[in-house]
Protein backbone atom coordinates (compact mmCIF):
# COMPACT_ATOMS: atom_id res chain seq x y z
CA UNK A 1 0.00 0.00 0.00
CA UNK A 2 1.39 3.58 -1.16
CA UNK A 3 1.23 6.24 1.65
CA UNK A 4 2.59 9.31 1.16
CA UNK A 5 3.01 11.31 5.05
CA UNK A 6 3.21 15.13 5.33
CA UNK A 7 4.48 16.51 8.22
CA UNK A 8 6.25 19.70 9.77
CA UNK A 9 3.03 22.51 8.47
CA UNK A 10 1.93 25.11 11.58
CA UNK A 11 1.04 28.18 12.10
CA UNK A 12 4.54 31.37 11.81
CA UNK A 13 4.72 34.69 11.39
CA UNK A 14 5.50 36.47 8.75
CA UNK A 15 9.18 36.51 7.51
CA UNK A 16 9.74 32.88 9.24
CA UNK A 17 10.14 29.57 8.05
CA UNK A 18 9.14 25.98 8.02
CA UNK A 19 10.50 22.58 7.23
CA UNK A 20 7.87 20.51 5.39
CA UNK A 21 8.76 16.59 4.94
CA UNK A 22 7.46 13.74 3.09
CA UNK A 23 7.97 10.04 4.11
CA UNK A 24 7.01 7.76 1.27
CA UNK A 25 6.07 3.84 1.88
CA UNK A 26 5.46 1.32 -0.62
CA UNK A 27 7.18 2.40 -3.12
CA UNK A 28 10.27 2.37 -4.99
CA UNK A 29 11.30 5.81 -4.18
CA UNK A 30 14.24 6.60 -6.41
CA UNK A 31 12.05 5.70 -9.34
CA UNK A 32 9.71 8.75 -8.52
CA UNK A 33 9.77 12.09 -9.32
CA UNK A 34 8.26 14.11 -6.08
CA UNK A 35 6.78 17.37 -6.00
CA UNK A 36 5.16 19.83 -3.48
CA UNK A 37 1.84 20.98 -4.25
CA UNK A 38 -0.27 23.30 -2.46
CA UNK A 39 -4.16 24.57 -2.58
CA UNK A 40 -5.01 27.63 -0.64
CA UNK A 41 -9.17 28.41 -0.09
CA UNK A 42 -10.86 29.33 -3.13
CA UNK A 43 -8.20 28.56 -5.33
CA UNK A 44 -6.95 25.38 -7.77
CA UNK A 45 -3.97 23.22 -6.69
CA UNK A 46 -0.56 24.42 -7.77
CA UNK A 47 2.93 22.82 -8.25
CA UNK A 48 5.40 25.11 -5.76
CA UNK A 49 8.30 22.83 -6.38
CA UNK A 50 9.55 19.15 -7.81
CA UNK A 51 13.30 17.27 -8.26
CA UNK A 52 13.22 14.12 -10.71
CA UNK A 53 15.07 11.63 -9.65
CA UNK A 54 18.20 12.77 -10.51
CA UNK A 55 18.32 15.58 -8.63
CA UNK A 56 16.94 18.34 -10.47
CA UNK A 57 14.80 20.82 -9.43
CA UNK A 58 12.34 23.73 -10.43
CA UNK A 59 9.99 26.04 -8.67
CA UNK A 60 7.27 28.21 -9.09
CA UNK A 61 7.92 32.03 -9.63
CA UNK A 62 6.14 33.24 -6.38
CA UNK A 63 8.78 30.84 -4.25
CA UNK A 64 12.02 30.97 -6.30
CA UNK A 65 14.90 32.10 -4.16
CA UNK A 66 12.75 31.20 -1.02
CA UNK A 67 11.83 27.55 -0.92
CA UNK A 68 13.94 24.51 -1.34
CA UNK A 69 12.79 21.28 -2.24
CA UNK A 70 15.57 18.09 -1.44
CA UNK A 71 15.53 14.66 -1.26
CA UNK A 72 16.84 11.48 0.90
CA UNK A 73 16.34 8.14 -1.21
CA UNK A 74 18.07 6.29 2.04
CA UNK A 75 15.07 7.82 3.93
CA UNK A 76 12.65 7.50 1.23
CA UNK A 77 11.86 11.29 2.26
CA UNK A 78 11.60 14.61 0.50
CA UNK A 79 11.45 17.87 2.30
CA UNK A 80 10.31 21.24 1.57
CA UNK A 81 12.20 24.22 3.31
CA UNK A 82 10.46 27.67 3.30
CA UNK A 83 11.94 30.58 4.53
CA UNK A 84 10.75 34.29 4.15
CA UNK A 85 7.12 32.96 4.04
CA UNK A 86 4.54 35.19 3.49
CA UNK A 87 1.19 35.40 3.98
CA UNK A 88 -0.06 34.55 0.63
CA UNK A 89 1.81 31.46 1.37
CA UNK A 90 -0.78 30.14 3.52
CA UNK A 91 -2.45 27.13 2.00
CA UNK A 92 -2.54 23.01 2.48
CA UNK A 93 0.65 21.57 0.66
CA UNK A 94 0.36 18.07 -0.52
CA UNK A 95 3.18 15.86 -1.30
CA UNK A 96 3.25 13.94 -5.01
CA UNK A 97 4.89 11.07 -6.23
CA UNK A 98 5.10 9.84 -10.37
CA UNK A 99 6.89 7.29 -11.53
CA UNK A 100 9.01 8.11 -14.19
CA UNK A 101 7.70 5.94 -16.64
CA UNK A 102 4.59 4.56 -15.99
CA UNK A 103 1.99 7.34 -15.71
CA UNK A 104 -1.05 5.67 -13.71
CA UNK A 105 1.27 5.22 -10.63
CA UNK A 106 1.01 8.83 -9.10
CA UNK A 107 0.33 9.33 -5.50
CA UNK A 108 -0.65 12.02 -3.14
CA UNK A 109 -0.68 12.78 0.37
CA UNK A 110 -2.96 13.98 2.72
CA UNK A 111 -1.75 17.58 3.02
CA UNK A 112 0.04 19.69 5.86
CA UNK A 113 -1.81 22.87 6.50
CA UNK A 114 0.61 26.02 6.50
CA UNK A 115 -0.90 29.26 7.88
CA UNK A 116 1.33 32.30 7.83
CA UNK A 117 -0.07 34.98 10.14
CA UNK A 118 1.01 37.50 12.56
Known amino acids: QVQLVESGGGLVQPGGSLRLSCAASGIIFSLYAMGWYRQAPGKQRELVAAITTGGSTNYADSVKGRFTISRDNAKNTVYLQMNSLKPEDTAVYYC????????????WGKGTLVTVSS
Open 96 to 107: NAKHTIVDRMDY
